[in-house]
């Protein structure tokens, strides 16, 4: 599909997935130039230093420039500024999506485009396939699962346009993670055994929780059951999530479950039913919809994934006026808004997604 000597952009944090990426594309024969998106303190200065030098030793032994560009204050402003400001407006946000359309892509894009280098790359794991149209100047691609359904990302890439994934490579789109361990030590890399990064980036091995209170004044609230009555007191809204049960430490009638957080009136009510009814939902309303090939025609039947590595369940999409409703063929529990329902047809193929209200 590309010809060899296309020039590629590749991002490189310094793990096994983007080092593989950068072997397999000059492998194929691509003018690799690689650039390393300092974006936060991973696990503090000396873990982020590591992660610089594994990428600049990757580098040296592929023979590929390799540039670091610090993006932290840009970062730390948009992206965990973002994932601050959804909390404490009551929602529940996935910083990994944003952090992707706002940030990474976009950087990659304004420098490849600074550059005029052709194609941009990551250690994503999904794949790109160009789609047939009847008209040969219309090129249109499609974004699909990962071969490695176990390791696929593209919930996460949802929010992609069509004027980018006509210029992104996937190297890792039809490989297991097994196989990009072992290419590793085949290709020499010393990255072969290195382990996963957490899924949010910025946490440095804190849990949600103890980030939250880190980094904002919490207020603390009344705990009211179903039947309205007040049984106790929470630490701060944000630290509560639809569905949760952990951290609600009222005894004697317990376990407790979050169905709703009332921002206005700074409460959170809790039910001790694990099956409640106000647990689930039928459907739900999504903005800031995104569609990889075209707007479907409505009413659409699909494939929904609700949360990131939850399974795919049936349901039909209905147009309104500011969005769209995502009507579930079977009740689903804690569907939480500021996360991304992710739509998927039977072939794997990603067609869009939007985020719950």
């Given amino acids: 599909m590309i010809k060899n000597g296309k020039k590629v952009l590749l991002g490189m944090s310094g ?47 592929l023979d590929i420039p390799l540039e670091i560009m610090d993006v932290r ?30 940030l990474k892509f976009k950087t990659l894009f304004e420098m490849a485009n600074k550059l005029k280098i052709d194609y941009i790359a990551t250690g994503h794991y999904a794949r790109i396939m160009k789609h047939e149209t009847c008209s040969m100047k219309q090129k249109k691609y499609k974004l699909l699962e990962a071969k490695d359904r176990n390791k696929d990302q593209s919930y996460f890439l949802y929010r992609l346009k069509q004027k980018q994934l006509a210029r992104i490579i996937f190297p ?24 996963e990064s957490q899924d949010i980036c910025f946490l440095a091995n804190m849990s949600v929780e103890e980030f939250l209170t880190k980094n904002m ?27 949760q049960r952990k ?20 409460c959170i009510i809790v039910t001790n039913k694990k099956e409640d009814l106000s647990l689930f939902s039928k459907f739900v309303n999504l903005e800031e919809l995104n569609w990889i090939l075209a707007v479907p025609k409505f009413p659409a039947k699909v494939l929904a994934r609700i949360r990131y590595r939850s399974s795919l369940i049936p349901a039909v999409i209905k147009k309104q006026k500011n969005g769209c409703r995502v009507v579930f063929d079977e009740i689903q529990r804690a569907v939480t808004p500021g996360q991304s329902i992710v739509f998927y047809n039977k072939k794997s193929e990603i067609l869009g997604g939007g985020i719950i209200k």
Avoid at 26 to 51: C, H, P, T
């Fill in 15 to 61: 793990g096994v997935d983007s080092c593989v990426s950068a072997a397999l594309l000059k492998k194929q024969g691509f003018d690799v130039r690689g650039i390393y998106l300092q974006m936060w303190k991973v696990d503090g200065e000396k873990s982020n230093a590591k992660a610089i030098k594994d990428a600049q030793k990757i580098a040296k032994i």
């Fill in 73 to 102: 204050k840009k970062f730390k402003k948009e992206v965990a500024g973002y994932f601050l400001k959804e909390y404490l407006a009551g929602r529940t946000p996935n910083p990994c999506i944003f952090c992707n359309e706002n």
């Fill in 172 to 195: 890792l789109g039809e490989i297991e993670k097994t196989e990009t361990r072992k290419l590793a030590k085949k290709f020499g890399l010393p990255v072969f055994d290195k382990a």
């Fill in 217 to 243: 004044k919490l207020k603390k609230g009344k705990i009211i059951d179903t039947s309205r009555q007040v049984i106790g007191e929470h630490l701060g809204l944000p630290l509560y999530t639809l569905g």
């Fill in 247 to 266: 951290g609600i430490n009222i005894g004697g009638t317990g376990p407790y479950y979050v169905t709703k957080k009332d921002v206005k009136k700074n």
